[in-house]
């Protein structure tokens, strides 16, 4: 059912309208190294074999998964010989190209700089984060998006009315063709392919319900990386959708997440730091709640510590926010980052050792615990950082109480102002 020409292609109307680069590269036959990026079934395989039909060209194909530097150099040695005896093109069609490590991308450098082949990869991972930059700074990146829903449905129903499609296809339901074409999340492939075996299980003269193809289906509708880009995106959307006070869509992602298989001390780490980086001293327990959410994923693992991910991520996104510790850290750093380490004074150096008094260490330090209101207003600042503030609080949950202490620790200690 691969599509043979672009008139049966379905999708990716944003990479093939009119006048693109890349339909003008397939209609006019002619082609240039390129990077198809996207999820599994969306045609990635199907247009680099049109481009390599329009240019007239020998179509080399291999996997990263089983393809080493020496078939690579083979295929090449063979594009070789096709220009020098028959002036033929050759693309280079290179499947899962997020598995070759750095050395085996440096094999096809020279031959995509010199256009011995038209390199085409495909990978279902970022480029950008698996393929290295020279190799990058070669080709052109196209993002095919995941099917909508009717087109699949418009895949499936071609394959049961076309010829080279299901042979003797049996009547399918409309609902069971719905749920394949739901369930199957933007993947031709997979719809397909359980279309097929529905229809095999019922038979010719049987009919394909809801339930034959829940049963053919046979997996959820996750498509999840742990490794690959979802990984990174989901746990974004759950960090912002946290921060963002809304704990339905922080649900979401986290139960997405988990279905996908994530590793649920990977998502309670990212709560540890949410509640310090983004919650702070607004709301202190959440810092408690978040640790206490991963010593109990530690001891009570997977399914149950799901429950206490949920909780986590309820009470989290419900916090009052502040980001002021944060803040205030990355102004001190960058200030020791400009400045060069800080001298404290001498009265706050260590006098713990032999010999430190003699050097005037410690001496004249004058201990908050000595005074009643246990406030001194001895300059605890090095000398080229009196009159630095570093932290300012904002006035959500506990910090504003904690911002009226501050400014009165300061109007005792005679730093107000």
């Not at 247009?47 to 291999?62: D, I």
């Not at 690579?72 to 002036?87: D, I, K, M």
């Not at 997440?257 to 590793?263: A, S």
Request: hydrophobic letters at 40%; a negative charge.
């Amino acid at each position: 059912m691969r599509p043979a020409s672009l008139g049966e292609f379905v999708g990716q109307e944003h990479l093939l309208g009119r006048g693109s680069a890349l339909r003008t590269a397939i209609e006019e036959g002619r082609p240039h190294s390129m990077i198809l990026y996207g999820p599994p079934g969306t045609g990635k395989t199907t247009l680099a074999r049109l481009l390599a039909v329009n240019a007239r060209a020998a179509f080399e194909e291999a996997s990263a998964v089983n393809t080493g530097r020496a078939e690579v150099r083979e295929v090449l040695s063979r594009a070789e010989h096709r220009r020098q005896t028959a002036n033929e093109p050759t693309i280079f069609f290179l499947d899962e190209i997020h598995r070759f490590n750095k050395a085996q991308q440096d094999t096809l450098l020279p031959a995509v700089e010199e256009g011995l082949v038209s390199l085409v990869g495909a990978t279902t991972e970022n480029p950008y984060f698996e393929v290295n930059s020279a190799l990058l700074s070669r080709c052109r990146i196209y993002e095919l998006r995941a099917l909508e829903q009717e087109h699949v449905l418009a895949l499936l129903r071609r394959a049961l009315g076309d010829e080279r499609g299901i042979p003797d296809a049996p009547q399918v339901d409309d609902d069971a063709l719905n749920f394949l074409a739901a369930r199957a999340v933007g993947d031709a492939r997979t719809a397909l392919s359980a279309l097929e075996l529905a229809a095999e299980t019922v038979g010719e003269g049987g009919a394909v319900t809801l339930r034959v193809a829940e049963d053919a289906l046979q997996r959820s509708a996750i498509l999840y990386d742990k490794q690959g880009d979802k990984h990174y995106d989901l746990i974004s959307a759950w960090i912002k959708s946290t921060r963002g006070s809304d704990p339905d869509a922080s649900l979401l992602y986290l139960a997405a997440m988990i279905e996908g298989g994530e590793d649920p001390r990977y998502i309670a780490r990212r709560m540890v730091i949410l509640a310090s980086e983004d919650i702070g001293n607004a709301d202190p327990q959440a810092l408690e709640v978040a640790v206490n959410t991963a010593h109990a994923v530690e001891h009570v693992g997977m399914p149950e510590c799901a429950l206490n991910l949920a909780q986590a991520a309820v009470y989290l996104a419900l916090a009052p926010k502040s980001k002021a510790s944060y803040l205030a850290l990355g102004r001190a750093r960058e200030w020791v980052r400009e400045r060069g380490m800080p001298m404290p004074p001498a009265a706050l150096q260590s006098a713990a050792y032999p010999g430190a008094k003699k050097l005037g260490r410690g001496t004249g330090y004058d201990s908050p615990h000595d005074h009643p209101e246990g406030v001194s207003e001895q300059e605890l600042m090095p000398d080229d950082a009196v009159g630095e503030r570093f932290l300012e609080l904002t006035e959500h949950g506990d910090e504003r109480e904690l911002r009226e202490r501050l400014e009165r620790i300061r109007k005792a200690r005679g730093r107000s102002g």
